[in-house]
């Protein structure tokens, strides 16, 4: 796999070796800030993953989230982000197995650092776009 480019390249594929350099940090926030919203908007009612996404979202931008964690979960953000991936997210129904799977991943890694209000918000969000729809 090809490293993460420090120069902010937005479509460098991601080094796991790589996750918790601040080099690598500061480009997956970067990333993630520019990104996860859009890319959460369209895929949202695709995706059977959005709940867990949505809290590991929130925990990651949580102050009190350990800082090896949020790096974590902000490498695991950046790969839902970004356009090229494992699957092309543009496939039916496996498309976004990819990203499933290392937000799984994550989860079972750093899981422990959701609180019930990060899923409490993603839920309360969840609620309130299938209200709207």
Do not use: Q
């Amino acid at each position: 796999m090809m490293t993460a480019h420090a120069n902010g390249d937005a479509t460098a594929p991601l080094d796991p070796r790589k996750a918790l350099e601040p080099a690598t940090i500061r480009l997956n926030e970067m990333r993630v800030r520019r990104g996860f919203w859009p890319a959460f908007r369209k895929a949202a009612a695709k995706i059977p993953f959005a709940a867990d996404l949505l809290s590991v979202y929130y925990c990651a931008r949580d102050p009190e989230t350990p800082a090896t964690a949020k790096a974590m979960m902000m490498a695991a953000l950046a790969y839902f982000v970004l356009p090229a991936d494992a699957i092309p997210d543009v496939l039916p129904v496996i498309g976004y197995t990819d990203d499933a799977a290392v937000i799984a991943a994550v989860l079972a890694i750093v899981g422990r650092n959701l609180k019930p209000r990060h899923k409490d918000a993603a839920r309360a969000l969840l609620d309130r776009m299938a209200a709207d729809a």
